[in-house]
């Protein structure tokens, strides 16, 4: 499975954006860019995923790179609640997929009132 | 309705004992996943289930033995327990068929304890 590189820990200020990158540049064809969040004491939950596209839904957007080999994940509005680690994952759906996920050690995100 | 549950939440237990988790998913997937989360928060995949059969084994430790009675159900029962299987163990599922991979669903997780 393609590897992702995120920053440890970032921080932001309550109601502004953020911006979470993720790099991926041994990206394959097949593999789709999912976020999972993870919040204090709880299981992990999705987020959003894409393949080339950008893509919104209520939570976030996810801004992919032309080439692919990067992606961004933007939380228009932080709020306290967003406060998590966020984990970007890649996931092959070519003939070996098996479903598994692979976490990293994702970036934890404060957020500031 | 909680889609995917977990018991128990916490489990305390001597070093040696064996001891078993559940989970339970009313989703309607057919595919099942236990992860487990260390003291360092690092999350790995250890088995998955897809339709009752076993298609994930993460060479965990043959203490380790996880069932799938149904489609529905994917409990995991570890023997001997041992100092370093303290840790948060998470159940998932997921529709395998779903685009992109297929998102899966996590539950809370149990608190896992040896002493």
């Known amino acids: 499975d393609a590897k992702t590189t995120q920053p440890n820990s970032m921080e932001s200020n309550e109601e502004e954006p953020v911006h979470l990158p993720c790099n991926h540049s041994?990206?394959?064809?097949?593999?789709?860019i999912h976020w999972y969040r993870q919040l204090p004491s709880q299981g992990p939950e999705y987020v959003i995923h894409g393949l080339t596209s950008n893509v919104n839904n209520r939570m976030a957007s996810l801004a992919i790179a032309e080439d692919r080999k990067s992606s961004t994940l933007i939380l228009h509005r932080a709020t306290l609640r967003d406060a998590a680690v966020y984990y970007c994952?890649?996931?092959?759906?070519?003939?070996?997929?098996?479903?598994?996920?692979?976490f990293g050690q994702g970036t934890t995100l404060q957020v500031k009132p | 309705d909680t889609a995917v549950s977990q018991t128990p939440k916490y489990l305390v237990t001597q070093m040696g004992n064996d001891k078993s988790i559940k989970c339970e998913q009313n989703?309607?997937?057919?595919?099942m996943y236990w992860y487990k989360q260390d003291s360092k928060k690092f999350l790995k995949i250890m088995f998955s289930y897809n339709n009752k059969e076993l298609i994930i084994n993460e060479t965990v430790p043959n203490r380790f033995s996880p069932k799938s009675p149904d489609k529905a159900h994917l409990n995991l029962h570890i023997n001997s327990l041992e100092l370093g299987d303290s840790a948060v163990y998470f159940c998932?599922?997921?529709?395998?068929?779903?685009?992109?991979?297929?998102?899966?669903?996590f539950g809370p997780g149990t608190r896992l304890l040896v002493l």
């Open positions: 041994t990206i394959s064809g097949t593999d789709y």
């Open positions: 998932a599922s997921s529709s395998h068929a779903t685009s992109g991979g297929g998102t899966q669903y």
């Open positions: 994952i890649l996931r092959d759906v070519g003939s070996s997929n098996t479903g598994k996920l692979i």
């Open positions: 989703l309607g997937h057919d595919t």
